[in-house]
């Protein structure tokens, strides 16, 4: 009896393994990562996986930041994940980039754009020609690569020699370029290459970091979507059913001209052979932007969007499998092929930190024609380990039993969820050209400013006629323009203070940071402003200034993957935070190091809004271990929190907020103050 077992969530995961090795049971093989002559656990898999590619013969391949790749095959006693790197003919452990060529052969590229082919065991490195002899053509079996960054360049690999290619200058690329001698630090050109896709009338096009996308036929550059997406650059290229592309979102798709017409514009004459329509999508929708794009058998598009979660696009309707916020809850169902001689099916889920279940014990058992589904419930943010089982099917009267057969968990994003947060203090210094907050300076705007006597240029429609009659001279009412302001969020992940029960318990400091995070960093994104996120903590996540939906996914998306600990390569007392001067700097952090209070006062010495959001839980304590006398780690404890309350104490002097978390509206208050502080007139001494 041979059946085909396929657990289906409605949650759509991440392409990441579980950090731990199933359960060994008797006729499964435990699966395993073999690498330098032994064999490690499952959990030696690195989890920065940038890349997946599902070969000819069915074998995954998995792309990693700097630990080579990794192949898990499935054969008669198992899955076993077998390790390549240097070690195994690679020339680096750096990965750029995996393909498959029509022969099944498997050629990996690794910096500085050298490609390696496996030959079944391990790999061997290709010529290469010298750019000087490198040719531009289109071949159907031809493979390509993205060169790196600050190359702008792309490598074609046509079966015999790998070619390196600059990308003819366009006046749009000489626009974008910045000079060197001016901006050291800017490492990129703009035809940096992100992603390759090929059409389906055989063309290739390559997404570029600010040019948009560039179709290459084999002997014509045509571009498409100039500056699109911003900063963000086109990562993803996907072809609809009417043959239109989109380039990294929906909101909007390129149709190609057959006959463009003659543009005298140097800069329109190269974008003219696609015209922009407006796409499927809204700035609302979650699938507005995706990083990545592939089409299935049946013709249905699955995009990778901001956050982690997957949509699909069957040509009519849309179908989102999203990541979870903590709280909320998703089903896993058994699909049993064939079901012919199954009776009964008996299901046991393992246990999982923050993860509920319900049945609460984790234990199923149906008749196979009537299934009950599993509910999961994340109840904490972060990674989560979901969809760990042991399956086992029965024949009629038990007569046959098959398995139990151990199905591997998957790590699942889940967001932190905030209460609904709506400020009314305007910013203290809007630094932007629009936006919702009341500016320092008068300007065209609806708030109202003074009555003042009239000036030159002052527009008719401000004149105040009641007090230009009692006067006798022409007075105007003048208002305050709107403006938008940066927020700089720097979260304290050093330490995890306290115990967490997930979203209905108790909360951490690394709860309480990450939930109004969250919040304030919602409300601002709302109102059009401009958010950055920092972590300071080993993985020292980090997203840039930017607004929008898509821009908050992103956030939401780093901060799922925070985890405390000290960072390795940076002291906290030296990190740029890159803040311009009008920049509002919220810090949350417990305040039981020394390096957050050193980097709060550096920001506040330069001239920024600053607010410290004290994330201590009131019961907090440290945890020690059973070796130590409670008394002294209790006294040891107690001596802490006086030298915390010093820095506070300190912190407050020097002109720096301090309030706790008490809810979305904690710092209205605090931020009208400074906006009234902002306000008032600074004296000098020449």
Not at 20 to 33: F, L, N, T, Y
Not at 279 to 307: C, N, P, Q
């Amino acid at each position: 009896m041979k059946h085909t077992l396929l657990v289906v969530s409605l949650l759509a995961v991440s392409t990441t393994f579980a950090r731990q090795s199933p359960p060994q049971v008797p006729g499964i093989a435990p699966s395993g990562v073999q690498s330098a002559g032994h064999v490690a656990p499952l959990t030696d898999l690195d989890d920065r996986i940038r890349g997946v590619l599902q070969a000819r013969d069915s074998a995954l391949w998995f792309l990693t930041s700097d630990q080579g790749v990794y192949r898990l095959v499935e054969g008669e006693k198992g899955k076993t994940l077998v390790r390549f790197t240097a070690e195994h003919g690679l020339t680096s452990d750096r990965i750029g980039g995996i393909q498959e060529d029509r022969a099944g052969n498997i050629y990996v590229l690794t910096e500085p754009g050298v490609l390696c082919r496996f030959d079944g065991r391990g790999f061997t490195k290709m010529p290469s020609l010298d750019p000087a002899k490198s040719e531009w053509k289109l071949g159907p079996d031809d493979l390509w690569f993205p060169a790196g960054p600050d190359t702008g360049a792309v490598l074609r690999w046509d079966g015999a020699a790998l070619h390196r290619l600059k990308f003819p200058t366009t006046a749009a690329g000489d626009a974008a370029t910045l000079p060197r001698d001016k901006f050291p630090n800017a490492k990129y050109s703009p035809y940096d290459v992100y992603t390759i896709f090929k059409d389906s009338k055989g063309r290739v096009w390559f997404g570029t970091a600010v040019l948009g996308a560039c179709c290459y036929d084999g002997t014509f550059f045509a571009w498409a979507g100039r500056a699109e997406n911003g900063s963000f650059g086109v990562r993803g290229i996907a072809e609809d059913s009417d043959g239109k592309f989109w380039l990294s979102n929906t909101l909007f798709r390129f149709a190609e001209v057959p006959d463009p017409p003659v543009v005298q514009d140097p800069v329109d004459r190269e974008y003219a052979r696609y015209r922009k329509e407006k796409g499927i999508g809204t700035e609302a929708d979650t699938y507005s932007a995706f990083v990545s794009a592939v089409r299935d058998k049946e013709g249905h598009l699955w995009l990778a969007i901001m956050g982690g979660a997957v949509c699909r696009y069957d040509g009519a309707t849309w179908t989102e499998y999203p990541v979870l916020h903590e709280g909320q809850g998703t089903t896993s169902r058994l699909e049993i092929e064939p079901a012919d001689e199954t009776e009964f099916v008996t299901r046991v889920a393992a246990q999982a930190e923050h993860v509920a279940l319900r049945p609460v014990s984790g234990v199923l058992g149906h008749l196979v024609d009537r299934p009950r589904p599993l509910h999961i419930s994340p109840r904490r943010w972060g990674q989560r380990r979901i969809g760990e089982e042991k399956v086992a099917l029965f024949s009629r009267w038990a007569g046959y039993r098959w398995g139990p057969v151990a199905f591997v968990g998957r790590e699942v994003s889940v967001l932190p969820t905030a209460a609904a947060y709506d400020a009314t203090a305007a910013a203290p210094q809007p630094i932007g050209l629009i936006g919702a907050h009341r500016s320092g300076r008068e300007g065209d705007g609806t708030e109202f400013s003074s009555v003042r006597a009239y000036h030159s240029g002052d527009r008719m429609r401000r004149i105040n006629w009641r007090v230009s009659l009692r006067t006798g001279s022409l007075h105007v009412v003048s208002t305050r323009s709107e403006e938008d302001t940066a927020l700089l969020l720097i979260v304290d992940a050093l330490a995890d203070y306290g115990v967490s029960q997930g979203v209905d318990g108790d909360e951490s400091s690394l709860d309480i940071a990450m939930r109004a995070t969250t919040a304030i960093a919602q409300q601002y994104i709302r109102q059009g402003d401009r958010v950055s996120l920092r972590v300071v903590g080993p993985g020292a996540e980090h997203v840039g200034y930017g607004s929008g939906t898509r821009h908050l996914r992103r956030i939401l998306g780093q901060m799922a993957h925070t985890r405390p600990g000290l960072p390795h390569d940076v002291e906290v007392e030296h990190i740029d935070f890159r803040t311009v001067a009008g920049t509002m700097v919220v810090v949350l952090s417990p305040m039981l190091s020394d390096g957050m209070a050193t980097l709060a006062v550096r920001l506040l010495r330069r001239g920024l809004p600053v607010i410290v959001v004290d994330t201590l839980p009131d019961d907090a304590a440290p945890s020690v271990s059973t070796e130590t006398d409670p008394e002294i780690a209790s006294l040891a404890w107690r001596m802490r929190l006086i030298e915390r309350r010093h820095v506070l104490e300190r912190l407050a002097a020097a002109g720096c907020p301090i309030v706790a978390w008490h809810g979305p509206r904690t710092l209205e208050e605090v931020v009208r103050r400074l906006a009234l502080r902002a306000q008032l007139p600074r004296a000098g001494v020449r």
